[in-house]
């Protein structure tokens, strides 16, 4: 059987350029969960993709139905001003209808651009009037800063949802749907019925504040007070025609989110677990539930609404937002997509010289052939969600737009399989244009030649490290984001001080001392400074240094404006380290009076 028909490589190129065999038995695990039967996949339902402004001419006439409803009769060839979008061909002899997909090919890039910005965690940024966490009404208290410093973009962590459950899920990469956003961002005070729900919030937010003496976050504590708290609003809501339109334009998705967090609070977060009659958004039983708890979806739907409204606050300054690689198998989106995921495998990494191991990032893959035949539509579903509001968007591992490594879940050695990236990057470019937002491509670690040429000719930016380059900024591609280090690397005080290499070993790992030392070596060059320089001037130097980058956009990262050792993650780490739940050591109102920050911002901006 013929596996590179289905999209599955027999073997790949480590980092070293050895050549490694995929063992039979993975190779047939894989094929058993996509699924394979026969020499090719089925053709599947016809789907057309073609560029803007083109002239195509038809095998035979057709009725056009464009995506607005509206219809042109009788067309032999596609007219050069039609829209970018998603449209229907109808033949009138019959066949099959096709769906065209008119895209401009390349993404949204403003020719002018070039600025600078402030990389975070928004969980960590915390102001005093805080519940524990970051929040939107943080982020634009820091828009509000960062434009009067001069920088013209913030890069943040993915703000997708995580199951309403306890505990937690505290990783932004691990969410269970990419389509909708985590409610424990909300500001409480800024919703609507807060104002009238009296003592009883005041005393939820006297705790939620409490929490923020521990730099510790407890999302667990939080989501309990902001859960009750917003019940207590949600107590007075008799209704709004914002909401309704919002629930409208969001259609059967939102329908089905809510229903899954309804659900999720009665039988668990992990829908594999639930009654049988629940496991498929389709049975009956699922229908039933809905009838039975609909106030409490509707809870979940406002929610939503809720961070629509919020999110759309921040939109007037640029911000990145992040779309994650993948989500639980047990959570929402999976539940929803369950038919087009291989929910046998796992989204991973290859075994290199760091980790002999390989990673397995705990996510279910999509099958290419089915998501195909879905025509895109989780794939287009889960980019609107990300651009919605976004100034621009960061896809993490980019390069999974052409191949992912799939892992059994079972355990045992993984393969890649290869997805349609030429149709995937289409979408991107539509919908970035649709946004307008520009596009950042996480394309770090082990990279096909011919990934970054594609990536480059669709106007997605590259990612562009201090830590990695052996180039100095000033040779730097224009079309990148420049940055020093992201939030699985070390920081620039914990490269500095070797304070990383002792988090690692106090977490049970085994760093890799020559790597940080050559990593250590290169700040020190860029720098151009003693050896028993200060953090504190070593960071302005080393951004200084990196603001001269031709970069689009220079990115800093406000744990290095505050010299935090820690990682906000330690990959290979579960319980050992506290990943994703490092508040930041100063609170918003003292970040933006600090010394040191604003002349570390000084330094960037001077450079730009």
């Known amino acids: ?303 939503q609404w809720l961070l629509d409204e919020q999110v759309a606050a921040t939109s007037s300054f640029p911000v990145i937002h992040d779309l994650a690689v993948g989500f639980d198998p047990g959570g929402a989106d999976a539940w929803v997509w369950q038919d087009v995921l291989a929910l046998d495998m796992r989204v991973g990494a290859p075994p290199d010289d760091f980790n002999a191991e390989g990673q397995n990032w705990g996510l279910p893959p999509f099958v290419p052939w089915k998501l195909r035949h879905a025509s895109y539509e989780p794939f287009i579903e889960t980019l609107r969600a990300c651009f919605r509001h976004a100034g621009g968007l960061r896809i993490d591992h980019v390069m999974g737009l052409f191949r992912l490594f799939w892992l059994p879940a079972q355990g045992g050695p993984g393969g890649y399989v290869r997805y349609p990236a030429h149709e995937l990057l289409d979408i991107v470019a539509l919908e970035s244009h649709r946004a307008r937002a520009f596009v950042l491509g996480e394309d770090l670690g082990t990279v096909e030649d011919s990934v970054r040429a594609e990536l480059h000719e669709r106007q997605v930016l590259s990612y562009r490290l201090l830590w990695f380059e052996h180039e100095p900024p000033e040779a730097y591609p224009e079309d990148a984001v420049a940055a020093l280090t992201t939030h699985d690397l070390p920081t620039l005080a914990g490269v500095w001080t070797a304070a990383d290499r002792q988090h690692q070993r106090e977490a049970g790992l085994s760093p890799n001392e020559p790597g940080e030392d050559e990593v250590r070596a290169r700040l020190a060059h860029a720098v151009q400074l003693d050896a028993a320089a200060p953090v504190s001037e070593v960071s302005i130097a080393a951004y200084r240094a990196l603001s001269r980058a031709p970069s689009r956009v220079v990115l800093a990262t406000l744990d290095d404006a505050l010299s935090v050792t820690e990682r906000p993650n330690m990959p290979g780490t579960i319980d050992e380290w506290p990943n994703w739940s490092i508040a930041l050591p100063r609170s918003i109102e003292e970040l933006v009076e600090d010394a040191h920050v604003i002349e570390l911002a000084t330094a960037v901006g001077e450079g730009r």
């Open 1 to 303: 059987m013929d596996l590179a028909a289905w999209g599955v490589d027999d073997g790949y190129w480590d980092v070293a350029g050895r050549w490694r065999d995929v063992p039979p038995e993975s190779l047939d695990a894989i094929a058993g969960a996509m699924g394979v039967d026969g020499d090719r996949p089925p053709s599947g339902p016809p789907l057309w993709f073609v560029r803007a402004g083109h002239v195509e001419f038809l095998l035979g006439p057709a009725d056009l139905v464009l995506e607005d409803g509206a219809t042109i009769r009788g067309v032999e060839a596609l007219p050069r001003d039609l829209p970018p979008g998603y449209h229907d061909l109808v033949p009138l002899d019959g066949g099959p209808t096709t769906r065209l997909v008119v895209t401009p090919g390349r993404c949204h890039l403003q020719h002018d651009l070039r600025t600078w910005g402030w990389a975070l965690q928004l969980y960590a940024t915390r102001s005093r009037d805080s519940w524990g966490i970051g929040d939107l009404a943080d982020l634009r208290e820091l828009q509000d800063w960062a434009t009067k410093l001069g920088a013209g973009a913030l890069a943040i962590n993915p703000l997708h949802a995580t199951a309403p459950t306890v505990p937690q899920q505290p990783s932004p990469y691990y969410p269970t749907s990419r389509c909708f956003r985590n409610p424990i961002y909300l500001r409480v005070e800024d919703v609507p019925g807060a104002a009238q729900a009296g003592a009883p919030l005041d005393t939820l937010a006297a705790a939620g504040r409490d929490l923020n003496r521990s730099r510790l976050i407890d999302r667990d504590a939080i989501w309990r007070l902001k859960c009750e708290a917003l019940e207590l609003c949600f107590a007075g809501f008799s209704g709004d025609e914002r909401f309704d339109s919002y629930v409208r334009d969001q259609g059967v998705a939102i329908d089905r989110f809510a229903t899954y967090c309804a659900i999720a609070e009665v039988h668990g977060a992990d829908w594999r677990h639930w009654p049988s009659e629940l496991r498929r958004p389709d049975d009956s039983g699922v229908s039933r539930f809905a009838g039975d708890h609909g106030n409490r979806i509707r809870f979940h739907m406002w929610l």
